[in-house]
Nanobody
Framework: VQLQASGGGLVQAGGSLRLSCVASGRTFRRYTMGWVRRAPGKEREIIAAVHRSGGRLYHADSVKGRFTISRDNAKNTLYLQMNSLRPEDTAIYYC??????????????WGQGTLVTVSS
């Protein structure tokens, strides 16, 4: 599966952004999908995941209550709605895909990232 993320940019603290990730091929609906971010000098962090059915969600404590993951299998698209952004959310955000039988996410496949910068 090939993944293409978009929607990043520069935003002030407290603002919102919506990331999208379009997957190529007809296998999108077979995968658990998620968002992974990598901030400067930090380890990668799996911040959200959604089961292939869309019925099971995971959000890391660092983003819970502020970010929401969703998917549209008909459009082969994954989303991440990010509200109440903080400077510490500044990172490159990647969409990722993994097997449905691993929870929350085994990020076997990554797309190119999209940069999110939150100014204070």
């Amino acid at each position: 599966v090939q993944l293409q993320a978009s929607g990043g940019g520069l935003v002030q603290a407290g603002g919102s952004l919506r990331l999208s990730c379009v997957a190529s091929g007809r296998t999108f609906r077979r995968y658990t999908m998620g968002w992974v971010r990598r901030a400067p000098g930090k380890e990668r962090e799996i911040i959200a995941a959604v089961h292939r059915s869309g019925g099971r969600l995971y959000h890391a404590d660092s983003v819970k209550g502020r970010f929401t993951i969703s998917r549209d299998n008909a459009k082969n698209t994954l989303y991440l709605q990010m509200n109440s952004l903080r400077p510490e959310d500044t990172a490159i955000y990647y969409c990722a895909a993994g097997p449905e039988n691993y929870w929350p996410l085994k990020d076997d496949y990554w797309g190119q990232g999209t940069l999110v910068t939150v100014s204070s």
